[in-house]
């Protein structure tokens, strides 16, 4: 062997500080003493195995960058291994060269579809042996660099669902005499739902729920835009400095002014900006009186007992969308017992396993159920939910906001 040969083999390193492994498989001590020898003057850890079990104890130790494997063994074979390899996903990628006769092609091929990514003829040549060797290492190399790059990108996305967490609130308010329960559950690392209650003023709560259009890592920076932009509205007044804004004493002021900011806002500085729909509202916890901007969001529910009192309807276009909408407040009251419901379309548009959606149908049967606590009530359809997805991919962000007032 050339030494430019035994080089380019060489160069490939798994890591700075440690050689590729390999591991040589043959029931043959003659066949193991020339691969090893013609291994030895390579930058290489070499070990053998005489049978598949003692080669499956060693990569189960310790597993190899790359496996020379013969398929005809006595006991544990070659196949059963290949078949052990592609079974376990961190073996799955170690690349396998089948040691075996030239004549034997029928094993060979079978060998190939089971996962095998080459083949070395008995006898070998040292050349093809050196070249199925350098083949393998870079392709082992290839697969660990893709593997570090992905394990990167799930790094970054998981901190960015731990940044977009700290948007969404981390309590809900409770005033004296109501009842407020949320429900988020996002389809991916990141969403792009996002819900809010907090307090306004002394008796003034406010309520948010929107939907970003599209899904990933887009409209998750865009609903953090949006949640900001709508809370900061609400609570400008509260800065030292003169925003120039309504107070929020004035609900529907303060309502129409965020709404309308924030459209244009979007709309002429962000050209290709996600339009949004989204609830947005304050409630009056003295009285019960509710003033709100629906902005091309789903109807939201107010249930008293078993019925659907009021379908509140949209009030005017999605948000981010046309930079001169017309947003119309409006306003409802809550009486003892009543609910306020607010959701995403992640709620009737879930899947299950077999692609059929929850439906609204069933949604407003579920809020409707006769004799339950508001506590019952939420608890009991999130449970529907869970029975509905079970076993399915999640297709949407989930989102719910309910705010009961007691009788």
């Known amino acids: 062997m050339t030494g430019k040969r035994m080089q380019s083999a060489a160069n490939l390193r798994r890591s700075a500080d440690r050689p590729p492994r390999v591991l040589l498989v043959d029931d043959e001590p003659f066949n193991l003493d020339l691969l090893e020898q013609e291994l030895t003057e390579e930058d290489l850890e070499v070990v053998t195995a005489t049978d598949g079990t003692q080669a499956l104890q060693i990569i189960a130790a310790s597993p190899p960058d790359m496996i020379f494997l013969d398929l005809m063994m006595p006991g544990v074979d070659g196949f059963s291994v290949l078949e052990q390899l592609q079974a376990d996903d961190a073996w799955r990628a170690i690349p396998v060269v089948i040691v075996s006769a030239a004549s034997d092609l029928a094993n060979v091929v079978r060998g190939i579809k089971m996962g095998a990514v080459d083949f070395l003829p008995k006898p070998f040549e040292p050349a093809i042996l050196q070249a199925r060797l350098a083949a393998g290492l870079e392709k082992k190399r290839l697969r660990d660099l893709e593997l570090q790059y992905f394990q990167s990108l799930e790094r970054e996305l998981e901190i960015g669902r731990e940044i977009q967490a700290g948007f969404l609130p981390t309590s809900l308010p409770q005033p004296q005499g109501w009842l407020v329960q949320a429900h988020f559950q996002a389809a991916?690392?990141?969403?792009?739902?996002?819900?809010?209650?907090?307090?306004?003023?002394?008796?003034?709560?406010?309520?948010?729920?929107?939907?970003?259009?599209?899904?990933?890592?887009?409209?998750?920076?865009?609903?953090?835009?949006?949640?900001?932009?709508?809370?900061?509205?609400?609570?400008?007044?509260?800065?030292?400095?003169?925003?120039?804004?309504?107070?929020?004493?004035?609900?529907?002021?303060?309502?129409?002014?965020?709404?309308?900011?924030?459209?244009?806002?979007?709309?002429?500085?962000?050209?290709?900006?996600?339009?949004?729909?989204?609830?947005?509202?304050?409630?009056?916890?003295?009285?019960?009186?509710?003033?709100?901007?629906?902005?091309?969001?789903?109807?939201?529910?107010?249930?008293?007992?078993?019925?659907?009192?009021?379908?509140?309807?949209?009030?005017?276009?999605?948000?981010?969308?046309?930079?001169?909408?017309?947003?119309?407040?409006?306003?409802?009251?809550?009486?003892?017992?009543?609910?306020?419901?607010?959701?995403?379309?992640?709620?009737?548009?879930?899947?299950?396993?077999?692609?059929?959606?929850?439906?609204?149908?069933?949604?407003?049967?579920?809020?409707?159920?006769?004799?339950?606590?508001?506590?019952a009530r939420f608890a009991a359809l999130l449970e529907a939910l869970d029975r509905h997805l079970e076993g399915a991919a999640q297709y949407d962000d989930i989102t719910l906001l309910m705010v009961s007032r007691d009788e």
């Open 188 to 375: 991916h690392e990141v969403a792009g739902d996002f819900y809010d209650a907090f307090e306004v003023a002394p008796g003034k709560l406010g309520l948010l729920l929107g939907d970003v259009t599209d899904k990933g890592v887009g409209s998750a920076l865009y609903m953090a835009l949006y949640r900001s932009l709508l809370r900061v509205t609400l609570l400008s007044d509260t800065f030292p400095e003169d925003l120039d804004a309504p107070s929020c004493t004035e609900p529907e002021g303060c309502l129409l002014h965020g709404v309308r900011l924030v459209n244009r806002y979007i709309s002429r500085f962000h050209e290709n900006g996600m339009f949004a729909t989204l609830f947005f509202g304050i409630l009056d916890t003295d009285s019960g009186s509710l003033c709100y901007v629906n902005a091309g969001h789903d109807p939201a529910y107010v249930i008293h007992g078993d019925e659907i009192r009021t379908t509140i309807q949209p009030t005017g276009p999605m948000v981010g969308a046309i930079p001169e909408a017309e947003y119309e407040v409006r306003n409802l009251g809550l009486a003892p017992g009543e609910c306020l419901v607010l959701y995403s379309d992640g709620v009737p548009d879930a899947q299950d396993a077999g692609g059929a959606m929850f439906g609204a149908e069933r949604f407003r049967a579920l809020l409707t159920e006769p004799g339950l606590s508001p506590q």
